[in-house]
């Protein structure tokens, strides 16, 4: 299994452009996941689902958006981008079910840079 | 809202040398509770978790971490540092009560970078 897994690595944008970035995992796990990560600020949530078709808002979700339209991917998009988004990406997932959603599984990262 | 302070953003241990890296948390019920390790350019790993049961736990590389509801802690330590062990380390909690529909949510604290000296 590749487990959870991210693309790009890496992307540099202009200030007002957009892109998307995209997770997917071969666990079948329901729930899924979008964290940015900057120095000294640890993970933040931006947006969840808990399953095909939902999402819901983390703790940081403006100027994102995503979607789940497949169980095993979950689209993070970046409709006009800024600096201030300029931070390291991160999809994770983890299992639905009593006793089993205790645990995620993170993708190795997607560095993003909006100059 | 639950909150996770990890204290020290930096430690430095010689190799062999005891690892202790400290994390409390403040949640009106005792949450469940992570530690993951970050290696540079990589993802997050599950070091161990508690959830229920014993409270001292056991997780890979020879890290163990200790549940103290009295303290509001679950500090990580490493009776001898090796090389290998330089990475970043988070501490994280989820909500023991979830709702119907939602996903235990992870909050994180703000890491601890260790250092291995030789």
């Known amino acids: 299994n590749a487990g959870v897994t991210q693309t790009p690595k890496f992307r540099v944008l202009k200030t007002g452009q957009s892109m998307t970035l995209l997770c997917a995992q071969d666990m079948n796990h329901e729930y899924m996941y979008w964290y940015r990560q900057d120095p000294g600020m640890g993970l933040r949530l931006i947006h969840y689902s808990v399953g095909e078709g939902t999402t819901a808002k983390g703790e940081v979700p403006d100027g994102y958006n995503v979607s789940r339209l497949k169980k095993q991917n979950f689209l993070l998009g970046l409709e006009s981008a800024a600096p201030s988004q300029t931070s390291v990406y991160f999809c994770?997932?983890?299992?639905?079910?009593?006793?089993?959603?205790?645990?995620?599984?993170f993708g190795p990262g997607t560095r993003l840079t909006v100059t | 809202a639950q909150s996770v302070t990890q204290l020290g953003s930096h430690v430095s241990v010689s190799e062999g040398a005891l690892v202790l890296l400290r994390c409390n948390y403040s949640?009106?019920?005792?949450?469940?509770l992570f530690w993951y390790v970050q290696y540079p350019n990589q993802g997050l790993q599950l070091l161990l978790k508690y959830t229920t049961g014993a409270t001292l736990v056991k997780g890979i590389n020879g890290f163990e971490a200790e549940f103290k509801k009295s303290e509001t802690s679950f500090h990580l330590t490493k009776p001898s540092a090796h090389m290998s062990d330089a990475a970043e380390y988070f501490c994280a909690v989820s909500e023991r009560r979830a709702s119907s529909g939602s996903a235990r949510q992870l909050t994180f604290g703000s890491g601890t970078q260790l250092t291995v000296l030789p």
């Open positions: 949640s009106s019920v005792p949450p469940y």
């Open positions: 994770a997932s983890s299992s639905h079910g009593r006793g089993t959603q205790y645990e995620q599984y």
